[in-house]
C-alpha cells in the first residue's frame, strides 16, 4: 500500500495519511521529523498538507516518510499475508522490511519501538539509497525494541547497543518477523 498522495507539481502542497501515534511513540515521532534532513536523494523538502506532525516528503514524485505507522501485515503474525521471513535490509544501522509496490517500493523499519514508513517511486532506483539520508535520525531517536537492545548487548554490538559497524548494507537479508 503506497502513502496517498496528490500534487500537480513540486510547488503544489502533498496530501499524506498522516500517522497518529500516542503517548511515548508521539514524541518519539516529534523526534524523528524535527531531526530530519533537508535533503533526501539530493531533492529538497516540500510541504505535506494538514497538520502532517509526523509526516515528511522530499522531491517530485514525492519519497514520503510517515513515523507512527501500524504494523506491516507482513510482520503480523495471524494475518493472511503474514512472512517472518519477508525480505530486510540494514542500511546505516536501522533495519527495514522491504516490501515492493505499485510505482516503487515501501521500506519500514523494524527492530524498533516505533514503526517509521519511507515510501519510494522507482525513479530513485536504486530506491534503498534514499533509507541513507534518513538512517542518522531514525538511528539516534528511534529505541530499538527491548528485544532487539538485548540482542544487539548480548552479540557485541558496540556499546550505544548499535548493530554492525555503520556501514550500508543494500544487499536484501531474511528478516524474522520483530
Given at each position: 500500500m503506497?502513502?496517498?498522495?496528490?500534487?500537480?507539481g513540486?510547488?503544489?502542497?502533498?496530501?499524506?495519511?498522516?500517522?497518529?501515534?500516542?503517548?511515548?511513540?508521539?514524541?518519539v515521532?516529534?523526534?524523528?521529523?524535527?531531526?530530519?534532513?533537508?535533503?533526501?536523494?539530493g531533492e529538497?523538502?516540500?510541504d505535506v498538507?494538514?497538520?502532517?506532525?509526523?509526516?515528511?516528503?522530499w522531491?517530485?514524485p514525492?519519497?514520503?516518510?510517515r513515523?507512527?505507522?501500524?504494523?506491516?501485515?507482513?510482520?503480523?503474525p495471524?494475518?493472511?499475508t503474514?512472512?517472518?521471513t519477508?525480505?530486510?535490509?540494514?542500511v546505516?544501522?536501522?533495519?527495514?522490511?522491504?516490501?515492493e509496490?505499485?510505482?516503487g517500493?515501501?521500506?519500514?523499519t523494524?527492530?524498533?519501538?516505533?514503526?517509521?514508513?519511507v515510501d519510494?517511486?522507482?525513479?530513485?532506483?536504486?530506491?534503498?539509497?534514499?533509507?541513507?539520508?534518513?538512517?542518522e535520525?531514525?538511528?539516534?531517536?528511534?529505541?530499538?525494541?527491548?528485544?532487539?537492545?538485548?540482542?544487539?548487548?548480548?552479540?557485541?554490538?558496540?556499546?550505544?547497543?548499535?548493530?554492525?559497524?555503520?556501514?550500508?548494507?543494500?544487499?536484501?537479508?531474511e528478516?524474522?518477523?520483530?
Open positions: 503506497v502513502a496517498l498522495v496528490a500534487a500537480c513540486s510547488s503544489a502542497e502533498l496530501s499524506v495519511e498522516d500517522p497518529q501515534p500516542d503517548g511515548e511513540a508521539a514524541e515521532c516529534e523526534a524523528v521529523v524535527a531531526a530530519l534532513p533537508a535533503t533526501v536523494e529538497e523538502a516540500r498538507a494538514g497538520p502532517a506532525r509526523f509526516t515528511a516528503a522531491g517530485d514525492a519519497i514520503v516518510l513515523c507512527g505507522a501500524e504494523r506491516p501485515a507482513v510482520l503480523t495471524g494475518s493472511d503474514y512472512r517472518p519477508a525480505d530486510a535490509v540494514m546505516d544501522d536501522v533495519s527495514w522490511l522491504l516490501e509496490s505499485d510505482g517500493h515501501r521500506f519500514t523494524t527492530e524498533r519501538t516505533v514503526f517509521v514508513e519510494v517511486p522507482d525513479s530513485y532506483a536504486p530506491e534503498v539509497n534514499a533509507l541513507v539520508d534518513v538512517a535520525a531514525l538511528h539516534e531517536h528511534l529505541p530499538y525494541d527491548p528485544l532487539w537492545e538485548d540482542y544487539y548487548e548480548d552479540s557485541g554490538a558496540p556499546e550505544d547497543g548499535a548493530p554492525g559497524d555503520g556501514n550500508t548494507d543494500d544487499g536484501a537479508t528478516h524474522d518477523g520483530h
